[in-house]
């Protein structure tokens, strides 16, 4: 049987931009992407701690270095520049895979570093 665990977190980074007249995603810094082990184009979801706004789109890389956290097309209706967000990942795992089983983590602090 396979149960679906999360997979990565970004906690609390801050949101520098939202597009609203942009196809749809969320742009991520490169380097912060690496360190969460989130995919380009793979599905996240977004988790608004400001407004309590939660939805999923997908990711698009950013510059590497310049910790941008975009929220791009639709979803920029569902934050405002300098909302602090949690974005997830998660993947599915066998009943043997769960014993020892971490996430990754990466925490994020009030100027988009990771800590």
Known sequence: MLLEFL???IH???ITDSNLNYVG???IDENIMDAAKVH???KVEI???NNGERFQTYVIKGKRGSKMFCVNGAAARKVQTGDKVIICTY???TED???????TIVQIDENNNIV
Request: aromatic residues 12%.
């Open 47 to 49: 988790l608004n701690i």
């Open 7 to 9: 997979n990565s977190k």
């Open 12 to 14: 609390r980074a801050t």
């Open 40 to 42: 380009e184009w793979q």
């Open 25 to 27: 995603s969320i742009t």
């Open 97 to 103: 895979e769960i014993k020892g089983y971490v996430p």
């Open 91 to 93: 993947r599915y795992v």
